[in-house]
């Protein structure tokens, strides 16, 4: 019975989303941004995320000119689908309009490498393909054993040694993209102007300004402060408050 109960529960909350979800969208048809954002942002508070749902929301803020929102819901979508063009090219689209210009220090030899290839899909789809590997490692077993023909069967036999390595390959991009996302901890600054100071205290001697919706990432937190480097690796201490996690 309480099954049963926890299904419906269930069913009537994802109604209830889809419903909350379309009113938004009819909002930003007609320009509502603002009763837009209300409606996206209620089903955000109901423990509910989808890629549409940041895409949106973001959207919405940007066309309120509120650049550090919409560079943060741009950065959720993409998260979840980091190789959507749409959310890229409209996440760069927001980045135009913020002020600092920090240069991006590139990976370089077989790091760069790595990331370039692990980067590709999600780790959730590395996942994925490993699995799919795994089972066609197994199709090429089933059709070696029961094949006559000595061609089929080298065939099959040759696949049963060459697939081991992709799924190596597959399963290992999964975990290291799993751990640099779990270890990695980007931000959004959301102060219009944010002194960052040289060590966590408030009479600490300046090391940079940052504006709003630049993106930083997260390595230590003491008290109220968190540290933080940029894309060209210079560090400093922040306010928590003048930054939010992506996650």
Same mark, same amino acid.
């Given at each position: 019975?309480?099954?049963?109960?926890?299904?419906?529960?269930?069913? #009537?909350?994802?109604?209830?989303?889809?419903?909350?979800?379309?009113?938004?969208?009819?909002?930003?048809? *007609?320009? !509502?941004?603002?009763?837009?954002?209300?409606?996206? =942002? $209620?089903?955000?508070?109901?423990?509910?995320? #989808?890629?549409?749902?940041?895409?949106?929301?973001?959207? $919405?803020?940007?066309?309120?000119?509120?650049?550090?929102?919409?560079?943060?819901?741009?950065? /959720?979508?993409?998260?979840? #689908?980091?190789?959507? /063009?749409?959310?890229?090219?409209?996440? /760069?689209?927001?980045? !135009?309009?913020?002020?600092?210009?920090? *240069?991006?220090?590139?990976?370089?030899?077989?790091?760069?490498?790595?990331? !370039?290839?692990?980067?590709?899909?999600?780790?959730?789809? @590395?996942?994925?393909? $490993? %699995?799919?590997?795994?089972?066609?490692?197994?199709?090429?077993?089933?059709?070696?054993?029961?094949?006559?023909?000595? &061609?089929?069967?080298?065939?099959?036999? %040759?696949?049963?040694?060459?697939?081991?390595?992709?799924?190596?390959?597959?399963?290992?991009?999964?975990?290291?993209?799993?751990?640099?996302?779990?270890?990695?901890?980007?931000?959004? &600054?959301?102060?219009?102007?944010?002194?960052?100071?040289?060590?966590?205290?408030? !009479?600490?001697? =300046?090391?940079?300004?940052?504006?709003?919706?630049?993106?930083?990432?997260?390595?230590?937190?003491?008290?109220? @402060?968190? *540290?933080?480097?940029?894309?060209?690796?210079?560090?400093? @201490?922040?306010? $928590?408050?003048?930054?939010?996690?992506?996650?």
């Amino acid at each position: 019975m309480k099954n049963i109960i926890y299904f419906l529960l269930l069913i #009537s909350q994802t109604f209830w989303a889809q419903s909350v979800f379309d009113k938004g969208n009819e909002n930003y048809r *007609k320009g !509502n941004y603002q009763e837009a954002i209300t409606a996206y =942002e $209620s089903i955000l508070k109901d423990k509910k995320e #989808s890629c549409d749902l940041y895409f949106n929301l973001a959207n $919405s803020y940007y066309k309120l000119n509120q650049i550090a929102p919409a560079i943060y819901y741009y950065e /959720k979508a993409l998260l979840i #689908s980091p190789n959507d /063009k749409d959310i890229q090219n409209n996440l /760069k689209f927001a980045k !135009n309009s913020t002020i600092d210009d920090i *240069k991006t220090i590139e990976k370089v030899g077989f790091e760069r490498i790595m990331r !370039n290839f692990t980067g590709l899909v999600h780790y959730n789809t @590395w996942g994925y393909i $490993s %699995v799919g590997l795994a089972i066609l490692f197994l199709l090429f077993f089933i059709g070696y054993y029961f094949s006559q023909t000595t &061609v089929v069967k080298r065939i099959f036999f %040759v696949g049963m040694f060459i697939i081991p390595f992709f799924i190596l390959a597959a399963f290992g991009a999964a975990v290291f993209e799993k751990n640099l996302y779990q270890t990695e901890r980007p931000a959004i &600054v959301f102060e219009q102007i944010i002194s960052v100071k040289n060590e966590p205290r408030e !009479n600490a001697t =300046e090391a940079f300004i940052l504006h709003e919706g630049t993106k930083v990432f997260v390595l230590e937190t003491v008290d109220n @402060w968190k *540290k933080i480097q940029l894309t060209d690796e210079t560090e400093g @201490w922040i306010l $928590s408050e003048a930054i939010k996690e992506l996650k």
